[in-house]
C-alpha cells in the first residue's frame, strides 16, 4: 500500500506540474483594470482591540479546531487584542427548506451586541434563504451606502461550502473549514488594497494567497495538489499593505464608523486621484454635512478631469446657490445648458434661481417661466419639483393664477410620506393666494430645485 499510495502521490505532483506549465501566468491571475484602490480598514489592522462573536444556529459551529485555529492565524496580522465570544446558541424553526430566512438573520444581529467598527459577528448556520445568501461575507460600508450600526459580517453555511466539497479528497473537512474562515475573517480589512493584484473587491490574484477566490479553478487545484494542501497566509504583497497601514495609522483611534469614514474617504481619494468615481462618492457625504467649501474643491477636480460633463457645472451652480452666491449660480446653469440644453436639471436650477433669488438684480421672473416651462415638457410633467419651479417662476413674473395652478399639481404629484417638501409646497401655495411670489431667505444653505 505505501508503494502504491507513493505511486498515486508521484502521479499527482506530475499532473500538476504539467497543469502548471500549461498556465502562463500561474502564479497571478488578471488583475481587474476596473475597480479602485482601496483603503486597508485600519480599526482593524491597527486598532487597539477586535472583537469577535460567534454564534451557532441550530447546533452548527466549525469542526474541530479549524475556527481557533482560523482566530490565532488572524491575531498575527492585526495589531491590537483579540477577543472571541461565543454568543448565545439560537434554536430556529427553519421551516421546509431548512435555511434562516432573512428576517431571522436579522433578529440575530439585532441581537448581537457588536456595532462598532473593530467588531465583528460570525454566525454557523445550515443555510441561509435570501437573495446574496451564497456571498459570505458583508463587509462593512463606510461610503454612507451602508448602515453604519451594523458589525463585520461573516456568515458560513453547508451551502456556502458545498463549492469546494470536492476538496475533501485531498484535504480534510476541517482544514477546508479553516481555510475558509480564515479567508473570510481577512476580508474584514479591504485587502488588496492595490487594484494591481486585485482580482475583484477584496479577492487578491496571487494563488498562493488565502485571498484567491478561484477554489476550484485551474491555478488553485494545481496548486493545492503540489504543495499537497490548502493555504492559509496572505501573500507578501497583502501582508506588506497591511504592514504599511498599520504604519500610517499608529497612536490614531476611532470610537465609531462616522469618523472613521471621513479619514477613509479621504484617503480613497487620495489613492485614485484621476478617478471622477471617488469625487462623487465624498460629494455624496459632503452634501450630507452640508459642506459647501469643501464640495466646491472636489466640483472643481471634477470639471479638470471631465470638462464636457454637464452635470459638474449643474451640481456647482446648485452648490453656489446654496452658499448665496447667485451670480456664480448662473454662470454655472447657463453653461451647463450651453453643453446641453435638455438638460431639465439645469433648466430647473437655473429658472428656480430666476425666480427666487432674493436679490432683485438676479432675478428674471419671464426667463424662469421659459427655462421652467421647458423642463416641465422635458420631464412630462411628472416631476413635481419642476413644476413647483414653474409655479414659482409664475409668481415671480407676477401671474399668479398660473402659480396656483401648478402649484396645485406639484402638490398632488409629490410622493407619499415626503413630508418636508409638502410643507414647503404648501406654504409657497399659500403665498401665490395671497397674492406673494416666493423668494429664498438670502441665508446659505437654502436650496430647493437643481
Known amino acids: 500500500m505505501r508503494v502504491a499510495g507513493g505511486k498515486v502521490l508521484a502521479a499527482l505532483i506530475t499532473i500538476s506540474a504539467v497543469l502548471l506549465e500549461g498556465c502562463a501566468t500561474v502564479s497571478t491571475a488578471p488583475a481587474d483594470p476596473t475597480l479602485l484602490n482601496n483603503p486597508v480598514f485600519a480599526p482593524l489592522v491597527a486598532g487597539p482591540k477586535v472583537t469577535i462573536e460567534w454564534v451557532s444556529v441550530n447546533g452548527r459551529r466549525a469542526p474541530g479546531d479549524a475556527l ?155 496548486y493545492t495538489i503540489s504543495h499537497m494542501g490548502l493555504t492559509y497566509t496572505l501573500c507578501q504583497t497583502c501582508r506588506r499593505e497591511i504592514k504599511e497601514a498599520q504604519a500610517a495609522a499608529a497612536n490614531q483611534r476611532w470610537d465609531n464608523l462616522e469618523d472613521y469614514g471621513w479619514v477613509w474617504l479621504d484617503q480613497l481619494v487620495a489613492m485614485n486621484a484621476d478617478n471622477p468615481a471617488v469625487y462623487r462618492i465624498r460629494l455624496r457625504e459632503l452634501a450630507k454635512r452640508g459642506d459647501y467649501p469643501r464640495m466646491l474643491e472636489d466640483v472643481a477636480r471634477l470639471v479638470t478631469l471631465e470638462p464636457r460633463e454637464v452635470e459638474h457645472y449643474r451640481l456647482r451652480g446648485s452648490i453656489h446657490r446654496a452658499m448665496g452666491d447667485y451670480g456664480r449660480a448662473i454662470d454655472d446653469f447657463e453653461y451647463a445648458l450651453r453643453l446641453d440644453g435638455n438638460n431639465v436639471r439645469a433648466l430647473g436650477g437655473l429658472a428656480w434661481t430666476l425666480a427666487t433669488a432674493p436679490e432683485m438684480m438676479f432675478r428674471d421672473g419671464l426667463y424662469a417661466v421659459g427655462y421652467a416651462m421647458r423642463a416641465c415638457e422635458l420631464s412630462e410633467w411628472r416631476d413635481a419639483n419642476q413644476i413647483d419651479t414653474l409655479a414659482a417662476a409664475c409668481a415671480a413674473s407676477g401671474d399668479f393664477e398660473a402659480a396656483i395652478g401648478y402649484q396645485i399639481r406639484a402638490v398632488d404629484l409629490l410622493a407619499e410620506g415626503d413630508v418636508e417638501d409638502a410643507e414647503d409646497f404648501h406654504k409657497r401655495l399659500e403665498l401665490y393666494k395671497a397674492g406673494k411670489p416666493y423668494f429664498e431667505a438670502d441665508v446659505p444653505g437654502t436650496d430647493n430645485n437643481g
Open 68 to 222: 481557533q485555529r482560523a482566530l490565532d492565524r488572524f491575531k498575527k496580522v492585526i495589531l491590537g487584542e483579540l477577543q472571541v465570544h461565543e454568543g448565545e446558541p439560537r434554536q430556529l424553526d427553519l421551516g421546509e427548506d431548512g435555511k434562516v430566512s432573512r428576517e431571522q438573520y436579522e433578529e440575530i444581529i439585532e441581537g448581537s451586541a457588536r456595532r462598532g467598527p473593530a467588531e465583528m459577528l460570525l454566525v454557523f448556520a445550515p443555510g441561509f434563504d435570501f437573495e446574496d445568501a451564497q456571498a459570505i461575507y458583508d463587509y462593512v460600508r463606510v461610503d454612507g451606502d451602508g448602515d453604519n450600526s451594523r458589525p463585520h459580517l461573516i456568515r458560513v453555511s453547508d451551502d456556502g461550502l458545498a463549492e469546494i466539497g470536492a476538496l475533501h479528497w485531498i484535504v480534510s473537512a476541517e482544514k477546508v473549514w479553516e481555510s475558509t474562515l480564515i479567508h473570510e475573517l481577512l476580508h474584514s480589512l479591504a485587502i488588496p488594497s492595490n487594484k494591481s493584484h486585485a482580482w475583484d473587491v477584496r479577492h487578491c490574484t496571487h494563488v498562493g494567497c488565502v485571498l484567491y477566490p478561484g477554489v476550484m479553478d485551474l491555478r488553485s487545484t494545481s
